[in-house]
């Protein structure tokens, strides 16, 4: 920043030599090493509470009781993987998401379920996406269309734009609506697929400004690469040669020859490897299970919900995702947010009104940016807006998916959303005295008030993660009238209790002291109100039976069981409770038919098996009972149980 000084006698304004010290000052803040370590430092000051953070929700199913990150074999054998007696949805999840599901499994090679070292993987993806993000608009900024400009090198982009990158990146790793990306576990697919997409388009757009025709070649091929690997770590990657192609057609100039078009073509051939998975699945699924691929892969319809209602539901969701990203107030795990079926009404117009100015803004800014050079940094901020839309449109367009709504979907998309913003600003800011405001001090001092804000807020949230009581404590909070909320506070609340964490009945019906009672209290009226707000859940029936079952409640315990079983016929869960209330007055011939039919329902159920084994145990059926826990183990081993099985294996004679 140079000051400035009228000539004598001339009236004209020249620039003063900065002094050395504002000079060294000034260099300093503006190398990119420095900006690289206040990124990291920004990035693991705002997680830094989150490293022990339990798992939560589909972190149990999908990736603590999955038995597929456990054995690296599955990932060269999909036989092997259909052949497991577990949920098809985890099945078609997996196949779905190699990439992302072997990250996994090399935690797990390392250090079992130890949750910690999970989260540092997902916070070193996002702070390496942070560096991504600073890198793209570093060379963004010397792409020949931004190299063109009035002046001197002082009016250059690169020099006027600056703090852009820094600016961006800083933004990006610390937001709030990052956090449920960043610290839900099994979301590792959102931040490491956003690494493969940034990663392609900085090796694309590295390669096209490299001058050795080695060098250019290489980068090429390592975007490729990354582009692949993209494809097959989650779903909205299908978008990617979408958004290299726009790339190529802003900021690299002329026309679209036959050796341009090649050098794209095998990108968009890329797109054809989730569909094609698609249908490999859905195939298999047929043949295997006669049914088709469902739940966990998120691109199937969900109760009934059509693509048009699903839709015109989008545009106030993705409406909202805006307004998070300006104001991150309201978050939360599990929105309450409305189906819409009705095209004129208001929650489905005024957003669409909205997005679609949006959308027409970036179409201008990218038209004027290429017929004006003068106007040529506004294409950042019309690429900004495209980028948002694009890396949004397979989960908030016609394919309907199980959740109307989540923070983790925002992530990448946001990408563009702050490209937009700042080279927005930047570009609208005046100059004074010949100096872009963009660089001043007084922006610099707005940059770090709302980066401050923002880490401050992004910490605050992380904080609800730190137990899963208190992740859905607030969920409840803010979607009172949902479901699944209280039905999940209920499960979080009851796993605090240590009687519930067993496999034996007689242990769970252990008196309680005055708190522990309290909290069953609690559960059993979180498990009635997920009932009243849903009627039809067959899973709150039989947890709200389980609950009673502790509480020696065993009449209104059956009944909620049968209820449960009635609605929920494949389901095994409420044969097997049935068996230990039977098993818990005196009739145990009773409860091994339960577990017996639990067992027939769902031979996957490994609670059922653990529940018959310890029913032979006590009637000295030594061999039933060594075959039930061998049975358990194989489908989810514990190490809690192999010395049971050695203990067995002795008395039966077959060590």
């Not at 599901?101 to 949750?115: E, P, R, S």
């Not at 020859?257 to 047929?286: C, D, E, H, N, Y």
């Not at 660089?439 to 401050?452: D, F, M, Q, Y």
């Amino acid at each position: 920043m140079k000051k400035r000084k009228k000539a004598a006698g001339t009236g004209e304004v020249q620039p003063v030599p900065a002094a050395p010290a504002a000079e060294e000052e000034l260099n300093l803040w503006r190398d990119p090493l420095v900006h690289i370590l206040l990124i990291l430092t920004v990035g693991i000051a705002v997680y830094s509470n989150i490293i022990w953070a339990p798992f939560v929700f589909d972190d149990q199913p999908f990736l603590a009781g999955n038995p597929l990150i456990k054995d690296f074999g599955a990932f060269t054998d999909p036989q092997r993987v259909f052949a497991l007696p577990i949920n098809p949805d985890l099945k078609n999840n997996f196949m779905l998401r190699p990439v992302a599901y072997f990250t996994f499994a090399l935690n797990y090679a390392l250090h079992g379920l130890d949750v910690g070292g999970y989260h540092v993987v997902n916070l070193l993806l996002h702070l390496v996406d942070a560096l991504l993000v600073y890198l793209l608009l570093w060379l963004t900024l010397r792409t020949p269309l931004l190299r063109v400009a009035e002046g001197g090198e002082a009016d250059q982009p690169a020099e006027r734009f600056c703090y852009l990158p820094l600016a961006c990146s800083l933004l990006f790793v610390c937001h709030p609506l990052q956090t449920q990306a960043v610290t839900y576990v099994i979301q590792r697919f959102v931040p490491l697929v956003a690494f493969f997409c940034i990663g392609t388009l900085v090796l694309y757009v590295a390669g096209r400004l490299a001058r050795g025709s080695a060098a250019r070649n290489g980068l090429y091929l390592a975007s490729l690469l990354a582009c692949v690997l993209a494809m097959k770590t989650k779903e909205n990657a299908f978008t990617l040669p979408a958004l290299i192609l726009l790339y190529e057609w802003v900021f690299f100039r002329g026309a679209f020859t036959g050796a341009r078009l090649l050098r794209l073509l095998p990108f968009a051939l890329t797109m054809a490897i989730i569909p094609v998975k698609l249908m490999q699945l859905s195939a298999m699924a047929s043949t295997a299970q006669g049914g088709k691929v469902a739940g966990a892969v998120n691109l199937v319809n969900f109760k009934q919900v059509s693509s048009w209602e699903y839709l015109m539901t989008q545009f106030g969701v993705v409406a909202t995702y805006l307004r998070l990203l300006l104001l991150p107030v309201g978050q939360n795990f599990d929105y309450d947010y409305p189906l819409q079926k009705v095209f004129l009404a208001p929650a489905v117009l005024l957003p669409l009104a909205l997005l679609l100015a949006l959308a027409a803004v970036g179409a201008w800014l990218l038209f004027r940016s290429r017929r004006d050079p003068r106007c040529a940094p506004l294409a950042l901020a019309g690429f900004g807006i495209w980028w948002f839309f694009i890396t949004l449109s397979v989960e908030s367009s016609v394919v309907p998916i199980d959740d109307l709504i989540f923070e983790h979907r925002a992530y990448l998309p946001s990408v563009g959303f702050f490209m937009a913003a700042v080279s927005g600003a930047f570009s609208l800011l005046p100059r004074r005295a010949g100096e872009p405001l963009g660089t001043s001090r007084p922006a610099i001092a707005v940059l770090v008030l709302l980066v401050t804000a923002s880490a401050a807020a992004a910490y605050m949230r992380n904080t609800v993660w730190e137990t899963p009581v208190s992740l859905w404590r607030d969920a409840v909070r803010k979607s009172p009238a949902k479901h699944r909320p209280h039905f999940s506070l209920g499960v979080a609340l009851a796993n605090t209790l240590p009687p519930w964490h067993t496999d034996d009945v007689n242990v769970m019906l252990q008196p309680m002291d005055a708190r522990q009672n309290e909290v069953l209290g609690e559960v059993v009226r979180e498990f009635e109100t997920a009932i009243r707000l849903d009627p039809r859940s067959g899973a709150a029936y039989t947890f709200l039976g389980g609950a009673l079952l502790v509480q020696r409640r065993y009449r209104e315990a059956a009944d909620a069981l049968a209820t449960a079983a009635r609605l929920e016929p494949q389901d095994a869960r409420p044969h097997a409770f049935m068996g230990q209330i039977l098993e818990a007055q005196g009739d145990l011939a009773g409860a091994r038919r339960k577990y017996q039919e639990a067992i027939a329902v769902d031979p996957s159920a490994q609670y059922a098996h653990l529940f018959l084994a310890l029913l032979c145990v006590r009637e000295r059926r030594h061999a039933e009972a060594l075959a039930a826990y061998e049975t358990a183990y194989a489908l989810a081993p514990r190490a809690d149980l192999e010395p049971k099985i050695a203990r067995l294996r002795e008395v039966a004679g077959l060590r």
